[in-house]
């Protein structure tokens, strides 16, 4: 274990393990990253409950893409593709801007397995 | 390219506008500043060599004190030279980022014009505030008269941006009776003053795009001591360096200053402890003491943080009877000067001097010669009986029923 000696000074982390004007021109998941960058170490510990995607009733608006603090929306090729659950703190703000009837992104317990959240998936509301 | 200005060898300046100057003769990156009095003049001064083309940098109006050191900490993080200026409630307000700058170990001057501070409202000088930013990580110097505050400013950067130290640093001096009392100053010239802070040297800039750096990371039980007392071991040792910067001042300058300033201390039986411009108060008083035969002498220290515990020691080591003037309230301890210069004292003299507390000059209240010459004969005493012949804290000119504890 490292000593008070053995710090960079002002607890300053640094995140790449390369040049980053380097990394900049390569896509993330290229980069090198140090044990120390939020990219590396999870920090969904605290989570209590996790957001869940059915993508039945997405309409891949990307609000919850757009309103996510902690950029744990995941998409590819421009359709919303899951949600990352090393970042994703469990906030419930996604499923709250998600504006399909039925939701298309709901809170369930952490230990919830993810098919058996889909089976239990609400109908459509009527108002 | 700002313009130079053109200096007399001796310029009749207050504190602020010493101050002011040297902060212009820096060519400082950014100043965030929210003006409060007594130190408004520092930033308003600022802000018209700004206007008038002597500075090239930013003047950053912010809506709060809290916003101005906040700024400071960005610009310094991202890698500039910052400065900023400020008093009492507003540095009060800035409490919470001072410890958020020192912890980031970025490089900030400020200067704290010692006010009062509320309730009840008072505008004018004690030494509340310095008192507050005791335990916030910065390196804490003190001023006695303007041409001090112009000399410590430009000191201040080099001590803080050293590599071997990246502490931001704090100058004191006196609300009014330094900051608005225009004495002779004499200033360098533009070019030599640069010349002496020196061009500033970048560490861990967030604006260098080759080497990322997260500011601001999370430590819990697991890591927080380790950071923090790497702080503390890192203000300790600042001593080196900021004797070595006294030094190379004293050869450009001739004016040498010292971690503790001694006054008639060669064959002084008593000495009074004091800081800011009652300083030059207490030496005043210890002249006319002598001439009563008081073998009276006057102590006292250039850093407040880091604290120079061995050398006031020995300054005050052939003293029979020693008395500390705190102007800050206690409220509910001994004065701070009296419980860090007294235990100096208890371990490292090999006389037991006898130690006593004076509370004085709160709000902006006087210290008359009657009352320093008063303390000398109160020490006086204390030396010939070989004890206390009075309580140890008592306050200065405080009106109603006499106040004394211990
Ligand atoms: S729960 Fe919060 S953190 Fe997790 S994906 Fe939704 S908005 Fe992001
Ligand atoms: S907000 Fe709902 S509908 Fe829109 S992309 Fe996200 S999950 Fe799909």
């Not at chain 2, 967030?206 to 430590?219: I, M, N, R, V, W």
């Not at chain 2, 004091?274 to 250039?302: D, F, H, P, Q």
Request: charged share 20%; net charge negative; aromatic share 8%.
């Amino acid at each position: 274990m490292k000593g008070w000696n053995e710090f960079e000074i002002g607890s300053v982390l640094f995140p790449l393990n390369e040049d980053g004007m380097k990394a900049q021109e390569k896509m993330p998941q290229e980069r090198s990253y140090t044990e120390n960058s939020s990219r590396s170490a999870s920090v969904a510990h605290w989570r209590v409950q996790k957001p869940v995607h059915n993508v039945e009733h997405c309409i891949n608006c990307f609000f919850c893409w757009v309103y996510c603090p902690d950029a744990s929306i995941l998409a590819k090729d421009e359709k919303m593709s899951g949600v990352d659950y090393v970042h994703c703190k469990g906030c419930g703000v996604c499923v709250s801007v998600c504006p399909t009837n039925p939701k298309s992104l709901l809170m369930f317990d952490e230990v919830e397995e993810e098919k058996d959240a889909l089976k239990k998936w609400p109908q459509k509301e009527t108002k | 390219m700002a313009s130079k200005y053109e200096l007399s060898k001796i310029e009749v300046w207050d504190g602020n506008m010493a101050a002011s100057h040297a902060l212009r003769q820096a060519q400082i990156d950014v100043v965030a500043a929210y003006p409060i009095t007594p130190s408004t003049p520092i930033v308003q001064n600022y802000g018209k060599f700004l206007s008038d083309g002597y500075i090239d940098g930013e003047f950053v109006m912010v809506e709060s004190e809290h916003a101005a050191m906040s700024a400071c900490v960005g610009a310094a993080a991202a890698g500039g030279r910052v400065a900023t200026a400020t008093s009492s409630q507003g540095f009060a307000l800035m409490i919470e980022v001072m410890y958020q700058a020192s912890g980031m170990r970025v490089p900030i001057v400020l200067n704290l014009v010692n006010r009062a501070l509320a309730a009840p409202l008072n505008v004018n000088g004690d030494h509340s505030d310095m008192y507050l930013s005791r335990d916030c990580g910065w390196i804490n110097l003190c001023t006695y008269n303007p041409q001090e505050a112009y000399d410590f400013n430009l000191m201040a950067f080099r001590i803080s941006e050293d590599m071997r130290v990246r502490i931001p640093t704090i100058v004191n001096q006196d609300g009014f009776i330094c900051s608005h009392t225009a004495q002779n100053v004499q200033p360098l010239s533009d070019d030599e003053a640069y010349a002496f802070v020196g061009e500033y040297k970048t560490k861990n800039a967030l604006l260098d795009f080759s080497k990322p750096a997260t500011y601001g990371a999370q430590t819990e039980e697991d890591w927080h001591f380790e950071h923090k007392a790497q702080l503390h071991h890192d203000l300790m040792n600042s001593v080196g360096v900021i004797e070595e910067v006294f030094e190379e001042f004293a050869k450009l300058t001739g004016r040498k200053y010292s971690l503790v300033e001694s006054y008639d201390m060669s064959d002084a039986e008593v000495a009074i402890v004091a800081l800011g411009t009652t300083v030059e108060s207490a030496r005043v008083a210890a002249k006319s003491a002598r001439e009563k035969g008081i073998r009276a002498g006057v102590v006292s220290i250039r850093s407040l943080r880091p604290f120079p515990y061995k050398q006031v020691a020995e300054a005050l080591q052939n003293c029979k009877a020693v008395a500390m003037l705190d102007r800050s309230l206690p409220a509910g301890a001994m004065g701070m000067l009296f419980n860090e210069v007294g235990v100096a004292l208890l371990q490292n003299a090999q006389n037991k001097a006898i130690l006593s507390n004076y509370i004085y000059g709160l709000g902006g209240r006087d210290m008359t010669q009657e009352a320093l010459l008063n303390i000398y004969h109160e020490l006086n005493e204390n030396a010939k009986a070989g004890k206390l012949t009075h309580e140890t804290q008592q306050f200065v000119g405080l009106r109603g029923k006499k106040m004394a504890f211990n």
